[in-house]
């Protein structure tokens, strides 16, 4: 049979590695700011645009879907068309998807930065990005399905199935989460409300983490760790395994971040099971990758590119041990809203992905620039570097967890709470501290990385089109008579899309059907009244300066808990809360029953020097709230949006809305007369105040004893 020639094209795969790399340096950066600023609160500058509640989402978002998205569509453009035989399918939509995607990236930069934010977890950008990112996921689908209906391969390789059960996937987690009702050009309110909203948040959240920086990584593994060891994958029936069971039960584990809250038990219940069943396919394909290396160890210990996947791979078997651990209930009562949270995050963000892309780079450049690595001794260098990066971010997380949680458990022999919220909060400071240097020292492994190759495309040639040839299809191909069952659906990628799709697909719909149509699950509370629109107004600007991503909005039915904050919450506290506001870290106090606990004055002089009230706080302060002003000309149209949604504003209260607005305002401006303050009504401080001093009163409750 004669063979076909044609080219691989090595520019896309190039443009997206210089991307990686770029927003790399720019995310970790971000991060290492914002990691100062818990430790040292004067970095926050006092400015509008450069606070921790800003700059955290820019950090998170830069490194998932700029470092790490821009990552995943290296390997993908450089290894499936090696492993399908062809040329991708289109290289007009490559193009249009780089720079789409790069456009995406700058736009949510500069929108999270000026504080226009849904504040959902990892899905924070606003609907117009939100329908980009929609636009150019289904051009990058498009692009890989018409190169696999292409190949002149006729088996799909394992890493194939994860870049194709990783792109269905979450385009079903962005679309399904992402349904919000536009106010503006640039705000919206999420079609979800409180429980529900939750549920369908952390069926995202944990299932980007899931689908967007794990299994796409798997099949880098699955591709990249063969290549640089020049070994054969340990077990073709593993990786059937693995694949098939860790797409259908990842999908179920969301419930398992909403544990002790108001979601119902049963769903919290379902979250742990399936998570504690997820340690099983993980860790087969952990093993998977480290089997591979049986017999090659000796090159490992000389291979810089196999020490980082390495490495890598068993950061990832580290952190799904942990993930499933974490979702024991009891575990799960001292890790959530902690520290602990964060440090298992980032031994997955640092050591699976950050290592596993590093490795990938060292391995891929000199591939691509016909030549060898400039300095094998300098990458030694940064592995070392970036290793002890890690143990010293992630060390003292785990020891904040612990400590945290003994003081803010404790009691006095007296039945007081031994401490109060900002005696944690001091304790906590040389933490904060040395997880800063810890990624201050990763991120100078990462610019030794930069600069290794820099000098690696310098000193070769780059191959901008590499020749190869194959023998094409043939329509009268018969398997073999003992071949295996899963061949059949790797020669038929639409039914391997279409699997993927159903068997991810169960698990959110059994979990969110009945939280939507069983009304026991959300029991609604006579009292709850929706937000007058000051409140709301209030709410809004809480949104947008980030404030749930140090407080929650959830007390959990503790005993240090309910002392400390208040009566726990219930369900139906929250059905007019669009989104809601939870949240996932408490490095400040819990303010779920905030409202009218402390004088307007309190909130006002909190907000403008939050040490002021709190000694030794590391809040920032938001002077721009006293000087910028209210937009009522918004106020119609977000009554509007909330009637849309469900919430019960009486028919045509759009016409009211801005008189009731304006009197509540001025009844906060005399009470803080009458303390010997004077604010002008339209501020935005004003609304702040009126939202916060609304939290938790509809529900009588006791009063904490302490703070």
Not at 182 to 199: E, I, N, R
Not at 474 to 502: D, F, G, N
């Amino acid at each position: 049979m004669e063979l076909e020639k044609f080219s691989y094209d090595n520019k896309i795969p190039k443009m997206f590695a210089i991307a990686t790399v770029t927003w790399g340096v720019v995310g970790m950066l971000a991060g290492v700011l914002a990691a100062f600023q818990l430790a040292f609160p004067a970095l926050n500058f006092s400015l509008e645009f450069t606070t921790f509640g800003r700059v955290r989402p820019v950090h998170t978002n830069a490194v998932i879907f700029a470092f790490v998205g821009n990552a995943i569509f290296t390997a993908v453009y450089y290894s499936m068309p090696r492993l399908l035989k062809t040329p991708m399918w289109s290289n007009a939509l490559s193009k249009i998807h780089f720079w789409g995607w790069q456009l995406i990236i700058v736009a949510a930069a500069a929108t999270l930065l000026a504080g226009f934010t849904t504040s959902k977890e990892y899905a924070e950008l606003e609907w117009p990005i939100d329908i980009a990112i929609t636009l150019i996921w289904v051009l990058f689908g498009i692009n890989m399905m018409g190169t696999i209906l292409t190949r002149r391969e006729r088996h799909l390789y394992v890493a194939i199935w994860f870049y194709l059960g990783s792109w269905v996937t979450v385009a079903l987690l962005h679309i399904v989460n992402s349904f919000e009702m536009p106010v503006s050009g640039l705000k919206s309110y999420s079609w979800y409300a409180g429980v529900q909203d939750a549920l369908v948040q952390w069926w995202y959240g944990h299932n980007a983490v899931a689908f967007f920086l794990t299994t796409p990584f798997l099949g880098m593994m699955y591709y990249f760790l063969p290549k640089a060891a020049n070994r054969p994958i340990y077990s073709y029936r593993l990786s059937i395994v693995h694949f098939w069971s860790l797409i259908f039960i990842y999908i179920w584990a969301g419930p398992h971040h909403l544990l002790y809250t108001a979601l119902p038990e049963w769903a919290q219940s379902l979250g742990t099971a399936l998570s504690i069943m997820l340690l099983l396919p993980s860790w087969g394909g952990m093993l998977n990758g480290l089997f591979t290396l049986r017999g090659a160890w000796d090159k490992v210990r000389e291979d810089p590119v196999l020490k980082f996947i390495v490495v890598a791979v068993i950061c990832y078997g580290m952190a799904t041990f942990e993930g499933p651990m974490l979702s024991l209930k009891n575990v799960n009562a001292i890790s959530h809203y902690s520290d602990w949270t964060v440090a298992h995050v980032h031994i997955g963000a640092l050591g699976w992905n950050g290592f596993l892309t590093f490795g990938m780079m060292y391995w891929l450049i000199p591939k691509m620039f016909n030549t060898t690595l400039f300095s094998r001794k300098l990458a030694g260098t940064h592995f070392l570097i970036g290793t002890l990066g890690i143990i010293l971010y992630a060390v003292p997380m785990y020891w904040a967890a612990f400590r945290s949680y003994f003081m803010m458990s404790a009691f006095t022999p007296e039945g007081q709470l031994q401490y109060q919220f900002i005696d944690v909060v001091q304790q906590m400071v040389p933490f904060y501290a040395l997880r800063a240097i810890g990624g201050t020292i990763y991120l100078i492994g990462v610019f030794l990385m930069v600069y290794n190759l820099i000098k690696t495309a310098k000193k070769g040639t780059f191959i901008a089109s590499e020749e190869a040839s194959a023998a094409p299809l043939t329509k009268s191909y018969k398997a073999p008579a003992k071949a295996h069952w899963h061949s059949k659906i790797e020669r038929k990628p639409v039914m391997l899309l279409v699997l993927s799709l159903i068997v991810v697909a169960i698990g959110g719909m059994v979990e969110m059907v009945p939280t939507f149509l069983v009304k026991e699950n959300v029991p609604t509370i006579t009292s709850v009244k929706p937000y007058t629109p000051l409140e709301l107004h209030g709410r809004d600007i809480y949104i947008q300066e980030g404030c749930n991503n140090c407080h929650t909005q959830m007390i959990r039915p503790f005993r240090h808990e309910v002392a400390r904050y208040g009566e726990y919450s219930k369900a139906g506290e929250f059905v007019y809360d669009h989104p809601h506001l939870w949240g996932s870290k408490r490095t400040g106090p819990d303010l779920a029953r905030i409202g009218s606990k402390y004088p307007d004055s309190w909130h006002f002089n909190h907000m403008l020097d939050p040490t002021s009230m709190a000694p030794g706080s590391v809040m920032p302060p938001y002077p721009w709230l006293f000087e910028k002003t209210i937009n009522t000309g918004a106020t119609n149209s977000k009554i509007h949006a909330m009637r849309k949604l469900g919430v019960p504003y009486k028919e045509g209260y759009e016409a009211e809305a801005v008189n009731d607005l304006k009197k509540q305002a001025e009844e906060i401006t005399k009470r803080l007369e009458k303390e010997k303050i004077k604010i002008m009504s339209d501020k935005q401080i004003v609304a702040l105040i009126a939202y916060l001093q609304r939290l938790g009163t509809d529900i009588k409750s006791e009063a904490p004893t302490t703070k």
